[in-house]
């Protein structure tokens, strides 16, 4: 049961990251590689923001989702805006995010050198539950809520809002959707901006719950994020979600059975079957080639 | 200023970066080959005997064997099961084989887990630059020879190069294994240079930096990966040398010219030097004569045989039927007009006669092969070749170079013999150049070999179009409505032109709009309407069949309610 729970709570950040990853495939068929470094950003600015400005450590949650917004804005202007119209943007995109992901991380190193960093001592909670014997504390809580609120408030939002119908008419035609008055720099932007927030709350929140932050830290994930959104299907939010927490329970029960070394080999070992047998993944939609 | 290390580092990254290149060329991203080179080099280094008992270079040489073969191996085998994903789904397919192997050697006895293996060190920067040059070499060769513009050709438009009769699941695989093979090159060099292997020496952060090499160089010409490692290796060199501090500084500015290069320069820093496309080779009459009866060699179907049946043949797209029980013969010879009104299904059944679309009910038979049945690169074989109603030209490949692509199944494999430096190999190059020059000729466009086929006017390129389709040398020649967009002494040169290849054997399936330009070229008039045949004759026939002016301008009854 433990385990289980643990499992829970890491999935869930695993799939806050993977979702921001995959709502910008999703819409505008790129890959950003600059998400993993947002999500190491945030985790320093958060443990700052409670260090220097000694913030309790919920009120650097909303800030970190703001600073996570500007930096989407800064990666679609730099990486992606200029690309736009050239035949290997995809290429182009990928290796222009990893660029500037490199300048996020050695500004990273030069504001809080290559150490590990911590939340100072007494920034948590100490409030603990028990749930069918096993040991939960408040804030593994706040992370499982928080997580799942904002995913659930981003499918509401693709799903209802007058900006959820234009980032779908994008994914579906950029030119019909700008033929049709739609501000397409504008949705793509807001997209750029609401998935880096996201990715950016996943790492704070991350930091939280290992209490610590490397310069390292994004990459790691990376890999599992990639995982997640092609497990779940590319584009698919709700497959994120659940691919996630999947990959959590996995993660765990793994460790569990078959030995902490090969942790790692579950996602990667999930992530090839799924695309050997079913490369649209488990919640997305084969696209249909045309002539 | 510089170390020997540095210039073995530029020669062992450039290498690296060949093997992405090495995809690349075909469009392909790959992330596998950290993966590749790892197991080649724990293999190498624990395979090969000791440089004390056979000497230094015999040691390696046996090294690079087994590295390069266990490179090719894995990516066979990795390529089987993958090579039907396409753009970033490759890429995380191969990056998770990366990270698997990268888990497997750490959890190895005999790799010494994450401690690594010790390796002698035996590698000289000479031996590095000469493999180095090799690997470059090949490339060289490659690029203008049959295999290189077909893999070129799949990069562009991969639908289109099925069409020109290329095999792309072999292309691809091959080029996969080239890269396979090159990365487990790489893994050996590194291992027999650096003295100590650990399985993070091939992680994720290796494949992104053998990426960026690569696209930083430039994908679409043999220098580029030599490029980008001298630039990408230099970089911090210089800056070391020019006193900037370690820390923070370097990993910045060194993002930050990575970030200049890609936005400002989109061919990679091979764009800067100039770059010699194929040039137009006319000939003599007497080579052109020579040339064409020796590339032209299929033999068509004659009046009365049969080119295309089709039995009630129909497709249901989920309930919605683009086309039912439609019956047609077309015999050798005859110019088939096939007009109806949009979204009639005329596309759709071209598409089922070339092998692109499979029916969901009847049959059909086109120059003795069942279409829905077998790849479309083998339809082509049999002498279909078409072109298309939305340009798939090969759009960064030059005018010429597209027809040459077309010429793919007359012409001969040239690669390993220009590798060879064959003069035979030369010769079969040039027949092609003078084969496609002739087809540029024939739609008026051989003014404009060079020009990219994205720079030219939509005319232009249905022209070109044509010409490609041309080049395979057809039995039937499909035309999607290539007089879209020409004025109408452009399309009545069209329609003399579709008379005269009528005259040299071809048949010809046109759909067009032009109705008029359909009356004049075609010997017999097919019309569809709502996916149904529902007339055929001669233009005389159909002109006058009420059925069809319904169709076409509505009946009057309707005209009156509206």
């Known amino acids: 049961m433990q385990q289980l729970l643990n499992g829970l709570f890491t999935g869930s950040i695993y799939a806050l990251f993977a979702i921001g990853f995959t709502l910008v495939f999703g819409v505008l068929d790129r890959l950003n590689l600059a998400h993993p470094a947002v999500f190491a950003v945030s985790a320093f600015v958060g443990i700052e923001l409670v260090e220097v400005a000694g913030l309790s450590i919920w009120l650097t949650l909303p800030i970190v989702f703001v600073v996570g917004s500007l930096l989407g804005v800064i990666i679609e202007r730099v990486a992606f805006r200029p690309l736009k119209d050239r035949p290997d943007a995809h290429f182009a995109g990928l290796i222009s995010s990893i660029a500037l992901a490199g300048m996020f991380i050695a500004l990273l190193q030069w504001r809080y050198g290559p150490n590990t960093r911590r939340f100072p001592v007494d920034s948590f909670p100490s409030t603990t539950f028990t749930v069918f014997g096993a040991h939960v504390t408040l804030l593994q809580v706040a ?82 994020g990639l995982a997640v959104i092609i497990v779940g299907g590319m584009g698919s939010l709700p497959g994120a979600l659940v691919g996630g927490l999947l990959l959590g329970l996995a993660e765990v029960f793994a460790v569990q059975y078959v030995g902490s070394s090969w942790r790692d080999m579950v996602a990667f070992g999930l992530l090839f079957l799924i695309l050997l047998v079913r490369p649209q993944g488990l919640f997305g939609a084969r696209k249909v080639r045309e002539v | 200023m510089f170390t020997e290390s540095t210039f073995v580092f ?229 800056q070391r040398a020019i006193g900037i501090e370690a820390g923070w500084i370097r990993p910045f500015l060194a993002s930050l010219l990575l970030l200049l290069v890609i936005l400002f320069l989109p061919g990679g820093l091979a764009s800067l030097l100039p770059r010699r496309a194929a040039r137009l080779v006319t000939g003599s009459a007497d080579e052109r004569a020579e040339v064409e009866s020796r590339l032209s060699q299929r033999v068509h179907p004659t ?51 070339s092998g692109m679309t499979k029916p969901t009910s009847g049959t059909a038979e086109v120059l003795g092969l069942d279409p829905g049945g077998v790849a479309v690169h083998k339809v082509a074989a049999a002498g279909v070749s078409r072109t298309f109603q939305h340009s798939k030209l090969f759009a960064r490949l030059s005018a010429l170079e597209n027809v040459m692509v077309g010429g793919h199944l007359v012409s001969k494999p040239t690669f390993l013999r220009r590798m060879l430096w064959l003069p035979s190999a030369r010769r079969d190059e040039r027949r092609l150049a003078v084969h496609a020059a002739h087809c540029l000729n024939r739609v008026g466009l051989a003014d404009k070999e060079g020009v990219k086929a994205s720079a030219l006017s939509y005319g232009d390129q249905r022209r070109l179009e044509i010409a490609r389709a041309l080049a395979s040398d057809p039995s039937l020649l499909i035309l999607d409505e290539p007089a879209a967009g020409m004025n109408h002494v452009e399309a009545d040169a069209l329609s003399d032109l579709i008379g005269s290849l009528a005259q040299d054997g071809l048949t010809i399936l046109l759909i067009e709009h032009n109705v008029g330009m359909v009356m004049k070229t075609c010997s017999r008039i097919v019309v569809l309407n709502f996916g149904e045949v529902i007339a055929t004759g001669t233009p005389e026939e159909i002109a006058n069949n009420p059925a069809v002016v319904e169709a076409y301008l509505g009946s009057s009854e309707s005209e009156d309610a509206s």
């Open chain 1, 143 to 224: 992370i499982l809520v928080i997580s799942v609120l904002l995913m659930v408030g981003l499918s509401l939002l693709v799903a209802r809002s007058r900006l959820g119908r234009g980032m779908r008419a994008i994914a579906e035609n950029p030119t019909a959707a700008r033929v049709l008055g739609i501000n397409v720099d504008r949705v793509t932007m807001t997209t750029f901006a609401i998935s880096s927030a996201l990715g950016a709350v996943a790492g704070a929140l991350f930091a939280m719950n290992v209490n610590s932050a490397q310069l390292g830290m994004g990459t790691a994930i990376e890999l599992k």
């Open chain 2, 303 to 353: 009046d009365g045989q049969t080119v295309v049946k089709l039995q009630g043949l129909g497709k249901d797209y989920g309930g919605v039927h683009a086309n039912r029980d439609i019956d047609l013969h077309i015999t050798g010879g005859e110019i088939i007009g096939l007009i109806g009104p949009n979204g009639a299904g005329k596309t759709t059944l071209v598409n089922m006669i």
């Open chain 2, 10 to 238: 530029i020669a062992l990254t450039a290498i690296f970066a060949y093997s992405f290149y090495a995809v690349l060329v075909a469009g392909q991203l790959s992330l596998g080959q950290a993966g590749f080179a790892s197991l080649a080099a724990f293999t190498a280094a624990s395979l090969a005997p000791d440089p004390g008992d056979v000497g230094d270079l015999p040691a390696l040489l046996i090294a690079i064997v087994i590295g390069m073969a266990v490179g090719a191996a894995a990516a066979l085998i990795l390529g089987l099961p993958t090579m039907r994903l396409r753009g970033v789904f490759l890429a995380i397919a191969t990056l998770a084989f990366a990270e698997a192997v990268r888990i497997l050697i750490i959890n190895m006895e005999w790799t010494g887990g994450a401690q690594g293996m010790s390796v002698p060190k035996i590698l000289e920067p000479w031996m590095a630059w000469v493999v180095l040059a090799l690997v470059a070499y090949w490339f060289w060769r490659q690029g203008p020879t049959r295999y290189g513009r077909a893999l070129e050709a799949i990069r562009e438009d991969e639908l289109a190069a099925r069409a020109m009769g290329i095999d792309v699941g072999n292309h691809r695989l091959s080029a996969f294994i080239a890269a396979g093979a090159i990365a487990g090159l790489y893994g050996v060099l590194w291992a027999f240079y650096v003295r100590l292997i650990a399985p993070e020496d091939f992680g994720f952060a290796q494949a992104i930096d053998g990426l960026v090499t690569a696209v930083v160089g430039g994908s679409t010409a043999f220098v580029g990966p030599l490029l980008g490692s001298v630039f990408l290796t230099m970089v911090p060199e210089v």
